[in-house]
């Protein structure tokens, strides 16, 4: 059984991006106050499965982090630390890219990720830090089936 914090995480009714639901449950010391830059990617199976995220630069690594750091530590909604390695490179398309590896895998396995779930990447500092936030937000549907006899009618 998950922890608490984990089934408020990944339940509820409103759980998106945003939703306040989260200061609910994350412990005071685990996010800053004020992040200064975010991102949201939903996520694809190569993301997950690789153990490789690829995070664009221009228009958030760039101004997220403006020198080179190697290690790259991502702290989830509950507070844990997952150390990771950050390079650059060039993603699928040919844009300059930030590959973030190394526990990133960890990070998705404990929590469930699976492709079509979102996350939400922030700093709380521009490049002050090699400290990451993530938030990991499940992709919610509601599926129907209608009864054949009730359709006809």
């Not at 530590?73 to 973030?100: M, P, R």
């Not at 979102?118 to 009864?147: D, Q, T, W």
């Amino acid at each position: 059984n998950p922890p608490l914090r984990h089934l408020l995480a990944r339940g509820g009714s409103h759980c998106g991006i945003g939703s306040s639901m989260l200061n609910a449950y994350s412990p005071a010391s685990s996010r800053p106050k004020s992040l200064v830059r975010s991102y949201v990617k939903e996520l694809t199976l190569y993301d997950i499965h690789s153990g490789t995220l690829y995070l664009p630069w221009y228009g958030f690594d760039q101004s997220a982090f403006a020198f080179v750091f190697s290690d790259l530590i991502l702290v989830d909604n509950a507070g844990s630390h997952y150390k990771c390695t950050l390079k650059f490179g060039v993603d699928a398309v040919g844009e300059l890219a930030c590959k973030v590896s190394g526990g990133w895998f960890d990070l998705c396995t404990a929590h469930g990720v699976v492709e079509g779930d979102r996350a939400k990447f922030s700093v709380a500092h521009y490049s002050a830090s090699n400290v990451m936030y993530v938030c990991i937000y499940p992709r919610i549907g509601v599926e129907a089936y209608l009864n054949r006899s009730v359709v006809e009618r």
